[in-house]
């Protein structure tokens, strides 16, 4: 077929320097030249040399093909990405009609033989600009060498973000000191569902501490929930500002009330409320006699710990 003849110039079009005018006409004759050729090209049009498309992958292998067409992969080959429409499974395995010819494995890509590296670099080749890879080379899960496929599955789909099992569960599988913790009496409700273990981290990496995600303004994740402790406030406590809420509370699950990382209050604030040099909160005055039951329990009269709108000591 002869290409499609370029449109006339308008007129009225101001002249251009000879390169431009040379540049615009092989973009416009490539453009219409192109989409004539789309357009007429048959629906099972020839695939490009060394490959062999889905349907001679499904010989012998149907029953992965089947379970891949119940899963997000699956939209490669129904053509919304033009570019490997019918050969979904050649997009991560590589070119393979040599293997379907000859049933050699060596002749494509196997996860099952590639090291780790290899294959999160094959992931990574789509999934590598995505939101929540952002953070991957802080990540404990990168420095650790830990694969793509050592969480996630991809022929299958039995949970949800393509996951070999459920995400908590998956999660207490390595972390087993953690799962521990969420069975102290004061702890996050994990085990009842009210929450998972990515509303808190991001797996594939984050800043440091523990990947935690950040929400609003580069915040903690933790004023997610706990938004009356966000402030900002006037009178803002140091911990609260500077550092993190693991600073006085066990974040999974701890012993003592409202999470608390020490048994009794007071024992908390002294470790920065203390005449020495090594802390940094100022000392309690005179009349705070922590002999005494009264005294012992400071958030009793320093109820706005967390940050006041009045009073620069956290009082009512």
Known sequence: MPPPLLPAWPLARPAARPLARLLECITLWGALWGGALWAQAPAGRTLPAGYGGTETCQACHEDTVRDFAKNPHYSLDTGKRLDWKARACESCHGAAKEHAESA?????FSFKTADKRQVNEKCLTCHG???????????????????????????QTHQERLLVAHVDALCA???????AQFNRPYRHRLPEKAISCVDCHNPHGEQPPASLQRVSANEPVCVKCHGDKRGPFPFEH????????????EAHGSANPRMLVRSQVSQLCLECHANNLTTLGGVPPAFHNLRTARFQNCTICHSKIHGSLVNREFLR
């Open 238 to 249: 140091a911990p609260v500002k500077l550092g993190a809420c693991s600073s006085c509370h």
């Open 104 to 108: 050699d494995v060596s002749k494509i």
């Open 129 to 155: 600009g995505q939101e929540t890879h952002r953070g991957r080379l802080f990540g404990a899960h990168n420095r650790n060498n830990l694969s793509c496929l050592d969480c996630h599955t991809v022929h």
């Open 173 to 179: 599988s390595c972390h087993t000191d953690v799962r």
